[in-house]
Protein backbone atom coordinates (compact mmCIF):
# COMPACT_ATOMS: atom_id res chain seq x y z
CA UNK A 1 0.00 0.00 0.00
CA UNK A 2 2.74 2.42 0.84
CA UNK A 3 4.39 1.56 -2.46
CA UNK A 4 1.24 1.19 -4.76
CA UNK A 5 -1.22 3.61 -3.18
CA UNK A 6 -3.97 1.13 -3.40
CA UNK A 7 -6.38 0.97 -0.53
CA UNK A 8 -7.48 -1.71 1.96
CA UNK A 9 -10.26 -4.05 1.04
CA UNK A 10 -13.65 -4.76 2.83
CA UNK A 11 -12.11 -7.57 4.59
CA UNK A 12 -8.52 -5.78 5.56
CA UNK A 13 -10.17 -3.03 6.70
CA UNK A 14 -12.41 -4.78 8.78
CA UNK A 15 -9.20 -6.57 10.49
CA UNK A 16 -7.93 -2.92 10.89
CA UNK A 17 -11.07 -1.80 13.01
CA UNK A 18 -11.13 -5.14 15.19
CA UNK A 19 -7.15 -4.62 16.29
CA UNK A 20 -6.75 -5.37 19.83
CA UNK A 21 -6.12 -1.95 21.72
CA UNK A 22 -2.09 -2.61 21.53
CA UNK A 23 -1.91 -2.39 17.81
CA UNK A 24 -3.86 0.96 17.50
CA UNK A 25 -0.55 2.84 17.91
CA UNK A 26 1.13 0.69 14.95
CA UNK A 27 -1.99 1.12 12.30
CA UNK A 28 -2.10 4.85 12.96
CA UNK A 29 1.32 5.05 12.44
CA UNK A 30 0.71 3.59 9.44
CA UNK A 31 -1.71 5.41 8.48
CA UNK A 32 0.51 8.25 8.96
CA UNK A 33 3.11 6.96 6.53
CA UNK A 34 0.31 6.41 3.92
CA UNK A 35 -0.66 9.87 4.34
CA UNK A 36 2.66 11.08 4.35
CA UNK A 37 3.70 9.35 0.95
CA UNK A 38 0.25 10.26 -0.84
CA UNK A 39 -0.70 13.10 -0.24
CA UNK A 40 1.88 14.56 1.49
CA UNK A 41 2.52 16.71 5.28
CA UNK A 42 0.31 19.52 4.27
CA UNK A 43 -2.84 19.78 5.88
CA UNK A 44 -6.16 21.30 4.37
CA UNK A 45 -8.05 23.95 6.60
CA UNK A 46 -11.72 24.89 5.70
CA UNK A 47 -14.33 26.96 7.29
CA UNK A 48 -18.06 25.82 7.16
CA UNK A 49 -21.46 28.16 7.54
CA UNK A 50 -24.81 27.20 7.69
CA UNK A 51 -26.58 29.09 5.06
CA UNK A 52 -30.07 28.00 5.90
CA UNK A 53 -30.60 26.36 9.14
CA UNK A 54 -33.04 24.20 10.45
CA UNK A 55 -36.62 23.36 9.13
CA UNK A 56 -35.31 20.05 6.98
CA UNK A 57 -37.81 17.80 5.69
CA UNK A 58 -36.09 14.58 6.12
CA UNK A 59 -35.50 12.83 8.52
CA UNK A 60 -32.07 11.74 9.22
CA UNK A 61 -31.82 10.17 12.34
CA UNK A 62 -28.82 12.27 13.40
CA UNK A 63 -29.60 15.76 12.76
CA UNK A 64 -30.80 18.15 14.65
CA UNK A 65 -31.69 20.03 11.48
CA UNK A 66 -34.37 18.01 10.54
CA UNK A 67 -38.34 19.50 11.30
CA UNK A 68 -39.41 16.25 12.02
CA UNK A 69 -37.90 16.15 15.34
CA UNK A 70 -38.95 17.82 18.63
CA UNK A 71 -35.22 19.53 18.19
CA UNK A 72 -34.19 23.09 19.50
CA UNK A 73 -32.97 24.21 16.50
CA UNK A 74 -35.17 27.25 14.77
CA UNK A 75 -35.09 27.29 10.79
CA UNK A 76 -32.77 30.38 10.23
CA UNK A 77 -31.72 32.39 7.12
CA UNK A 78 -27.75 33.77 6.68
CA UNK A 79 -27.96 37.16 4.71
CA UNK A 80 -25.66 38.13 2.58
CA UNK A 81 -23.32 40.51 3.91
CA UNK A 82 -22.89 38.03 6.69
CA UNK A 83 -22.05 35.24 4.46
CA UNK A 84 -19.37 37.26 3.01
CA UNK A 85 -18.19 38.40 6.54
CA UNK A 86 -17.70 34.61 7.21
CA UNK A 87 -15.87 33.62 4.60
CA UNK A 88 -13.34 36.46 5.53
CA UNK A 89 -13.10 34.79 8.67
CA UNK A 90 -12.65 31.66 7.70
CA UNK A 91 -9.83 33.09 5.19
CA UNK A 92 -8.38 35.14 7.79
CA UNK A 93 -7.33 31.74 9.51
CA UNK A 94 -5.14 30.62 6.42
CA UNK A 95 -7.90 28.03 5.35
CA UNK A 96 -8.27 27.75 1.34
CA UNK A 97 -11.75 26.19 1.59
CA UNK A 98 -15.16 27.73 2.74
CA UNK A 99 -18.41 25.44 2.38
CA UNK A 100 -21.49 26.71 2.09
CA UNK A 101 -24.17 24.89 3.57
CA UNK A 102 -28.44 24.04 3.57
CA UNK A 103 -30.23 22.15 5.67
CA UNK A 104 -32.56 20.66 2.86
CA UNK A 105 -33.51 17.89 0.65
CA UNK A 106 -32.63 19.87 -2.50
CA UNK A 107 -32.13 23.26 -3.28
CA UNK A 108 -35.26 25.32 -5.01
CA UNK A 109 -35.09 28.46 -6.48
CA UNK A 110 -34.75 30.92 -3.69
CA UNK A 111 -31.65 28.75 -2.62
CA UNK A 112 -30.04 28.80 -5.89
CA UNK A 113 -30.55 32.17 -6.10
CA UNK A 114 -28.92 33.23 -2.84
CA UNK A 115 -26.31 30.92 -3.74
CA UNK A 116 -25.68 32.62 -6.98
CA UNK A 117 -25.43 36.09 -5.15
CA UNK A 118 -23.67 34.19 -2.35
CA UNK A 119 -21.35 32.83 -4.36
CA UNK A 120 -20.68 35.82 -6.08
CA UNK A 121 -20.31 38.41 -3.22
CA UNK A 122 -17.61 36.06 -1.80
CA UNK A 123 -15.51 35.65 -4.77
CA UNK A 124 -15.34 39.69 -5.54
CA UNK A 125 -14.01 40.22 -1.80
CA UNK A 126 -11.97 36.86 -0.70
CA UNK A 127 -9.28 34.65 -1.95
CA UNK A 128 -11.07 31.29 -0.91
CA UNK A 129 -12.06 28.07 -3.05
CA UNK A 130 -15.88 27.72 -1.94
CA UNK A 131 -17.70 24.90 -1.81
CA UNK A 132 -21.36 23.23 -1.27
CA UNK A 133 -23.65 20.78 0.41
CA UNK A 134 -27.58 21.18 -0.71
CA UNK A 135 -28.38 17.88 -0.41
CA UNK A 136 -29.68 16.22 -3.52
CA UNK A 137 -29.78 17.91 -7.00
CA UNK A 138 -30.93 17.60 -10.62
CA UNK A 139 -28.25 17.80 -13.31
CA UNK A 140 -29.66 21.84 -13.79
CA UNK A 141 -28.35 22.40 -10.81
CA UNK A 142 -25.15 20.50 -10.84
CA UNK A 143 -24.27 22.81 -13.84
CA UNK A 144 -25.45 25.86 -12.20
CA UNK A 145 -23.08 25.01 -9.24
CA UNK A 146 -20.37 24.52 -11.69
CA UNK A 147 -21.22 27.77 -13.68
CA UNK A 148 -21.02 29.76 -10.47
CA UNK A 149 -17.43 28.54 -9.47
CA UNK A 150 -18.40 26.43 -6.56
CA UNK A 151 -15.42 24.01 -6.81
CA UNK A 152 -15.98 20.86 -4.41
CA UNK A 153 -19.43 19.58 -3.61
CA UNK A 154 -20.26 17.82 -0.68
CA UNK A 155 -22.50 15.20 -0.30
CA UNK A 156 -22.71 12.79 2.55
CA UNK A 157 -23.48 8.96 1.71
CA UNK A 158 -23.37 9.13 6.13
CA UNK A 159 -23.40 5.02 6.45
CA UNK A 160 -22.95 1.84 4.62
CA UNK A 161 -25.67 1.48 2.17
CA UNK A 162 -26.88 -1.91 4.20
CA UNK A 163 -27.55 0.33 7.41
CA UNK A 164 -28.57 3.91 5.83
CA UNK A 165 -32.65 2.51 6.31
CA UNK A 166 -32.49 2.51 9.94
CA UNK A 167 -30.95 5.84 9.96
CA UNK A 168 -33.40 7.99 7.11
CA UNK A 169 -36.47 6.85 5.16
CA UNK A 170 -37.29 9.93 3.02
CA UNK A 171 -34.70 9.32 0.66
CA UNK A 172 -32.46 6.22 -0.40
CA UNK A 173 -28.78 6.10 -0.60
CA UNK A 174 -29.33 5.08 -4.06
CA UNK A 175 -30.18 8.62 -4.45
CA UNK A 176 -27.30 10.05 -2.40
CA UNK A 177 -25.27 8.27 -5.10
CA UNK A 178 -26.89 9.07 -7.99
CA UNK A 179 -26.05 12.68 -7.10
CA UNK A 180 -22.84 12.51 -6.14
CA UNK A 181 -22.37 10.55 -9.64
CA UNK A 182 -23.38 14.07 -11.50
CA UNK A 183 -21.11 15.58 -9.10
CA UNK A 184 -18.20 13.39 -10.27
CA UNK A 185 -18.98 13.75 -13.81
CA UNK A 186 -19.81 17.58 -13.75
CA UNK A 187 -15.54 18.06 -12.92
CA UNK A 188 -16.92 19.40 -9.58
CA UNK A 189 -14.44 18.05 -6.59
CA UNK A 190 -16.32 15.22 -4.95
CA UNK A 191 -16.37 15.88 -0.92
CA UNK A 192 -18.85 12.36 0.70
CA UNK A 193 -18.02 11.01 4.06
CA UNK A 194 -20.17 10.68 6.97
CA UNK A 195 -20.93 9.38 10.67
CA UNK A 196 -19.57 6.86 12.92
CA UNK A 197 -21.41 5.72 16.03
CA UNK A 198 -25.15 5.87 14.33
CA UNK A 199 -25.61 2.07 15.45
CA UNK A 200 -23.82 0.26 12.78
CA UNK A 201 -22.12 -2.84 13.33
CA UNK A 202 -18.32 -2.68 12.99
CA UNK A 203 -18.77 -4.97 9.80
CA UNK A 204 -21.07 -2.11 8.22
CA UNK A 205 -17.96 0.37 9.39
CA UNK A 206 -15.73 -1.36 6.76
CA UNK A 207 -18.11 -1.68 4.29
CA UNK A 208 -18.87 1.85 4.47
CA UNK A 209 -14.99 2.17 4.24
CA UNK A 210 -14.89 -0.04 1.33
CA UNK A 211 -18.12 2.26 -0.55
CA UNK A 212 -16.36 5.24 -0.33
CA UNK A 213 -13.12 3.93 -1.40
CA UNK A 214 -15.05 2.38 -4.75
CA UNK A 215 -16.37 6.17 -4.85
CA UNK A 216 -12.89 7.92 -4.64
CA UNK A 217 -14.21 10.95 -3.13
CA UNK A 218 -11.06 13.96 -3.66
CA UNK A 219 -12.65 14.05 -0.04
CA UNK A 220 -13.78 12.15 2.96
CA UNK A 221 -14.88 14.09 5.82
CA UNK A 222 -15.04 11.67 8.89
CA UNK A 223 -17.71 12.72 12.02
CA UNK A 224 -18.31 10.97 15.35
CA UNK A 225 -21.97 11.26 16.70
CA UNK A 226 -22.41 14.10 18.93
CA UNK A 227 -26.12 13.01 19.88
CA UNK A 228 -28.11 16.05 19.64
CA UNK A 229 -31.61 16.65 22.24
CA UNK A 230 -34.75 15.56 20.49
CA UNK A 231 -33.19 13.72 17.72
CA UNK A 232 -34.47 9.56 17.57
CA UNK A 233 -30.05 9.37 18.39
CA UNK A 234 -30.08 11.58 21.36
CA UNK A 235 -29.31 9.34 23.51
CA UNK A 236 -27.34 7.01 22.02
CA UNK A 237 -23.52 6.73 23.19
CA UNK A 238 -20.59 8.53 21.78
CA UNK A 239 -18.04 6.69 19.89
CA UNK A 240 -15.30 4.61 22.02
CA UNK A 241 -12.41 6.85 21.84
CA UNK A 242 -10.34 3.86 20.57
CA UNK A 243 -13.06 3.32 17.83
CA UNK A 244 -12.78 6.38 16.49
CA UNK A 245 -8.36 6.01 16.42
CA UNK A 246 -9.39 2.82 14.60
CA UNK A 247 -11.74 3.76 12.38
CA UNK A 248 -9.36 7.01 11.11
CA UNK A 249 -6.37 4.11 11.00
CA UNK A 250 -8.77 2.24 8.71
CA UNK A 251 -10.14 4.79 7.02
CA UNK A 252 -7.02 6.33 5.84
CA UNK A 253 -6.00 2.48 4.66
CA UNK A 254 -9.06 2.40 2.51
CA UNK A 255 -8.40 5.68 1.04
CA UNK A 256 -4.76 5.98 0.95
CA UNK A 257 -4.81 9.40 -1.75
CA UNK A 258 -7.99 11.05 0.00
CA UNK A 259 -8.20 14.24 1.61
CA UNK A 260 -9.21 12.61 4.83
CA UNK A 261 -10.98 15.58 7.22
CA UNK A 262 -11.97 15.61 10.92
CA UNK A 263 -15.31 16.77 10.61
CA UNK A 264 -17.68 16.90 13.55
CA UNK A 265 -17.62 15.35 16.76
CA UNK A 266 -13.94 15.28 17.42
CA UNK A 267 -13.98 17.11 20.21
CA UNK A 268 -16.46 15.18 22.01
CA UNK A 269 -15.24 12.06 21.35
CA UNK A 270 -11.75 12.51 21.27
CA UNK A 271 -10.96 15.57 23.23
CA UNK A 272 -7.99 17.77 22.79
CA UNK A 273 -5.53 15.25 22.60
CA UNK A 274 -7.62 13.09 20.04
CA UNK A 275 -6.57 16.14 17.57
CA UNK A 276 -3.28 15.24 17.51
CA UNK A 277 -3.68 11.05 17.33
CA UNK A 278 -5.49 11.79 14.09
CA UNK A 279 -3.07 14.44 12.64
CA UNK A 280 -0.77 11.83 13.68
CA UNK A 281 -2.98 8.70 12.29
CA UNK A 282 -3.66 9.40 8.64
CA UNK A 283 -5.74 12.61 9.22
CA UNK A 284 -4.86 15.74 6.71
CA UNK A 285 -7.69 17.90 6.69
CA UNK A 286 -9.53 19.76 9.82
CA UNK A 287 -12.68 21.88 10.03
CA UNK A 288 -11.62 25.03 12.04
CA UNK A 289 -14.18 26.87 14.27
CA UNK A 290 -17.56 26.50 14.39
CA UNK A 291 -20.02 23.66 13.07
CA UNK A 292 -23.48 24.32 11.24
CA UNK A 293 -25.01 24.15 14.31
CA UNK A 294 -22.85 23.48 17.47
CA UNK A 295 -19.11 24.82 18.28
CA UNK A 296 -15.48 23.27 18.08
CA UNK A 297 -12.46 24.72 19.43
CA UNK A 298 -11.25 27.93 18.88
CA UNK A 299 -9.18 27.88 15.43
CA UNK A 300 -5.99 29.07 17.02
CA UNK A 301 -5.84 26.00 18.65
CA UNK A 302 -5.69 23.38 15.47
CA UNK A 303 -3.47 26.01 13.92
CA UNK A 304 -0.82 26.16 16.54
CA UNK A 305 -1.09 22.50 16.67
CA UNK A 306 -0.21 21.97 12.78
CA UNK A 307 2.90 24.31 13.47
CA UNK A 308 3.88 22.08 16.66
CA UNK A 309 3.27 18.99 14.38
CA UNK A 310 5.60 20.27 11.54
CA UNK A 311 2.42 20.14 9.03
CA UNK A 312 2.08 23.62 6.63
CA UNK A 313 -1.40 24.26 6.01
CA UNK A 314 -1.66 23.92 2.13
CA UNK A 315 -2.14 27.34 0.28
CA UNK A 316 -5.17 28.40 -1.75
CA UNK A 317 -2.60 28.29 -4.80
CA UNK A 318 -2.12 24.46 -3.95
CA UNK A 319 -4.97 23.90 -4.88
CA UNK A 320 -6.19 25.70 -7.68
CA UNK B 1 -28.96 41.50 38.26
CA UNK B 2 -30.68 38.92 35.76
CA UNK B 3 -32.20 35.89 36.95
CA UNK B 4 -31.61 33.08 34.85
CA UNK B 5 -34.90 31.17 35.16
CA UNK B 6 -34.91 28.37 32.14
CA UNK B 7 -31.61 26.16 30.89
CA UNK B 8 -30.47 28.01 27.95
CA UNK B 9 -29.49 23.89 26.70
CA UNK B 10 -32.72 22.34 27.49
CA UNK B 11 -35.45 25.36 28.14
CA UNK B 12 -36.49 23.21 31.75
CA UNK B 13 -36.49 25.87 35.01
CA UNK B 14 -33.16 25.80 36.75
CA UNK B 15 -29.69 24.72 35.94
CA UNK B 16 -28.33 21.83 35.00
CA UNK B 17 -24.76 20.38 35.59
CA UNK B 18 -24.87 18.33 32.03
CA UNK B 19 -26.43 21.13 29.92
CA UNK B 20 -23.80 23.46 31.90
CA UNK B 21 -20.98 21.10 30.20
CA UNK B 22 -22.50 20.50 26.97
CA UNK B 23 -23.16 24.64 26.33
CA UNK B 24 -18.81 24.92 26.13
CA UNK B 25 -19.58 23.53 22.79
CA UNK B 26 -23.10 24.50 21.78
CA UNK B 27 -24.95 27.77 21.50
CA UNK B 28 -27.72 28.76 23.64
CA UNK B 29 -30.90 27.81 22.17
CA UNK B 30 -33.96 28.96 24.79
CA UNK B 31 -33.96 32.15 26.10
CA UNK B 32 -33.36 32.06 29.93
CA UNK B 33 -36.06 34.94 30.40
CA UNK B 34 -39.11 33.47 28.38
CA UNK B 35 -38.17 29.91 28.02
CA UNK B 36 -38.71 30.86 23.96
CA UNK B 37 -36.74 29.02 21.57
CA UNK B 38 -34.26 31.30 20.32
CA UNK B 39 -33.22 32.07 16.54
CA UNK B 40 -29.55 30.82 16.57
CA UNK B 41 -26.79 31.67 13.56
CA UNK B 42 -23.70 29.88 13.80
CA UNK B 43 -20.60 31.23 12.09
CA UNK B 44 -17.16 30.09 11.85
CA UNK B 45 -16.05 32.21 14.83
CA UNK B 46 -19.19 32.67 16.90
CA UNK B 47 -22.59 32.90 17.00
CA UNK B 48 -25.92 35.33 17.68
CA UNK B 49 -29.12 34.07 19.49
CA UNK B 50 -32.06 36.32 19.27
CA UNK B 51 -35.32 36.18 21.16
CA UNK B 52 -37.82 38.26 20.29
CA UNK B 53 -38.70 39.48 23.09
CA UNK B 54 -35.47 40.15 25.11
CA UNK B 55 -33.04 40.57 22.29
CA UNK B 56 -29.71 38.97 20.89
CA UNK B 57 -26.99 37.14 22.83
CA UNK B 58 -23.62 36.88 21.14
CA UNK B 59 -20.99 34.55 21.18
S1 LIG C 1 -30.95 16.15 4.75
FE1 LIG C 1 -29.27 17.13 5.87
S2 LIG C 1 -30.21 18.82 7.04
FE2 LIG C 1 -31.86 17.45 6.33
S3 LIG C 1 -32.23 16.08 8.07
FE3 LIG C 1 -30.77 15.04 6.68
S4 LIG C 1 -28.74 15.63 7.45
FE4 LIG C 1 -30.23 17.03 8.38
ZN1 LIG D 1 -30.83 22.04 30.87
ZN1 LIG E 1 -36.94 35.89 25.85
Known sequence: MLEQGVGLDEAGILQVLRLPDDEIPAALQLAHEVRMRWCGPEVEVEGIVSLKTGGCPEDCHFCSQSGLFSSPVRSVWLDIPSLVEAAKQTAATGASEFCIVAAVRGPDDKLMKQMRDGVAAIKAAVDINVAASLGMLTQQQVDQLVEMGVHRYNHNLETAQSFFPNVVTTHTWEERWSTLKMVRESGMEVCCGGILGLGETVEQRAEFAAQLAELQPHEVPLNFLNPRPGTPLGDRPIVDPKDALRAIAAFRLALPRTILRYAGGREITLGDLGTRDGLLGGINAVIVGNYLTTLGRPATQDLELLQELKMPVKALSATL | ?59
Open chain 2, 1 to 59: MTVMVYCERCGEPGRHDECERARALEPPRFCAKCRRRMKVQVVPAGWTATCVEHGTMHG
